[in-house]
């Protein structure tokens, strides 16, 4: 196929060597590996235990996790009903904010005051940082 303008050559196909699927994979892979690097150095003990994210596409999920024994304290979405209730969304800040705080409710109520913060590989950024501020607002200490 010719150029239409002289000056400007024809753009060839780009191949990186990867199909789509598995740039998308290797995304998912290096997430993961960072969120075993950091798991090897955040641990959740009784009296602080962690607090771990995950962020979907669609949704935000919060659990506070005692490593030690493997059992899960409390946890809140973004498809939570009392997170519903409030009138978040599912997918920006606002409602992010909003299960940091019901979360952050959720573990002082069963007598968690201070976490260790597990941002599951995720960029401190965005809804991840909203979760956090919102626990913080609501009085978890970490």
Known sequence: MASVCA??????????????????????????????????????TPERPRLCVFRSLKHIYAQVVDDTTGRVLVSASSLSADVRKSGATGKNVASARTVGGAVAEKARAVGVEKVVFDRGGYLYHGRVKALAEGAREKGLKF
């Open 7 to 44: 000056a400007r050559p024809v753009k060839q196909d780009c191949d990186w060597g990867l199909r789509m699927g598995e740039l998308k994979l290797d995304k998912v892979a290096a997430r993961h590996r960072r969120h075993l690097r950091t798991r090897q150095k955040v641990v959740g």
